[in-house]
């Protein structure tokens, strides 16, 4: 079982950063492959970015040069660096791990983060 506990969401006009963090426990972390989601009212929830446990990434096209995906293995936790934030980055940001051991997927329980125009 994984826990998955986000942070870091909130507030902040366009043009603006902000920096999410998805605390882990309850497995090997350093194994686990981690993403970011998120959710926009009326939509589906999307990928945004996606880090390999050898640290390879993956974005979305619409986040590519703007947002990084990291990880501290040592301290059992994902980050999503957000910056020059747009309106329509406003939505529920999840944290996905991903047990390579046993392939389940767990999910933590959103932050919202809302950019203003």
């Known amino acids: 079982q994984v826990q998955l506990v986000e942070s870091g969401g909130g507030l902040v006009q366009a043009g603006g950063s902000l920096t999410l963090s998805c605390a882990a426990s309850?497995?090997?972390?350093?194994?686990?492959?981690m993403g970011w989601y998120r959710q926009a009212p009326g939509k589906r929830r999307e990928l945004v970015a996606a880090?390999?446990?050898?640290?390879?990434?993956n974005y979305a096209d619409t986040v590519k040069g703007r947002f990084t995906i990291s990880r501290d293995n040592a301290k059992n936790t994902a980050y999503l660096q957000m910056n020059s934030l747009k309106f329509e980055d406003t939505a529920v940001y999840y944290c996905?791990?991903?047990?390579?051991?046993?392939?389940?997927?767990?999910w933590g329980q959103g932050t919202q983060v809302t950019v203003s125009s």
């Open positions: 880090i390999t446990s050898g640290g390879n990434t």
């Open positions: 996905n791990a991903i047990d390579v051991s046993s392939h389940l997927a767990y």
């Open positions: 309850g497995s090997i972390f350093s194994r686990n492959v």
